[in-house]
């Protein structure tokens, strides 16, 4: 039986912080948001550890996440980020980041935020996620929209419910709570 997140993360330098005070815990914030969803995208065919250990150059790179920023980024910030040996180098992921930012200046426009946007679609099942995901943005397969999701918190299954942390979760009444 393979080992759960929970079981991999106790006590490594990078999994063990990211488990505890951020998988699973919901974020009303969009520029945590859209980190997440960028990250989740370039996590795809790699280990999530090598994108965990990337993730204050993508944090630089990408200008913070803010989504103002990202959504006006061009030719020259593609180049850059294309250089820039600190983040995943793909140009598929970079231009989804930039287009998803844009699209997303959309959605908050419409629905005062990115987290607002997803609150209007709860509840759902991955199944019913995926297509919205699919008609909203760029480069998000089954396996991006279930990690993105569960990871912020709006589909269940981040912890194990014998985790320690999955109490702490429940405390913060994710989104999928709402069933």
Request: charged content about 30%; some cysteine; overall charge positive.
């Amino acid at each position: 039986m393979a080992e759960s997140y929970c079981e991999i993360a106790k006590g490594h330098p990078f999994h063990g912080p990211f488990h505890d005070n951020e998988h699973g815990f919901p974020t009303r914030d969009d520029a945590v948001l859209f980190e997440r969803l960028c990250l989740e995208i370039n996590q795809a065919g790699l280990s999530w550890l090598t994108v965990l250990k990337k993730r204050e150059a993508f944090r630089k790179a990408y200008r913070g996440f803010d989504l103002d920023k990202v959504a006006r980024f061009g030719k020259r910030d593609i180049d850059r980020l294309l250089g820039d040996a600190g983040i995943i180098r793909n140009r598929r992921k970079i231009e989804a980041a930039i287009e998803n930012a844009k699209r997303l200046c959309a959605v908050r426009a419409e629905h005062g935020s990115f987290a607002g946007w997803l609150d209007g679609q709860v509840p759902q099942n991955l199944e019913e996620w995926i297509p919205v995901f699919r008609k909203t943005f760029v480069f998000t397969g089954k396996e991006i929209v279930n990690e993105f999701l569960t990871g912020t918190g709006y589909l269940p299954g981040a912890h194990d419910p014998e985790c320690p942390v999955y109490r702490l979760v429940l405390k913060e009444k994710p989104p999928w709570m709402r069933e």
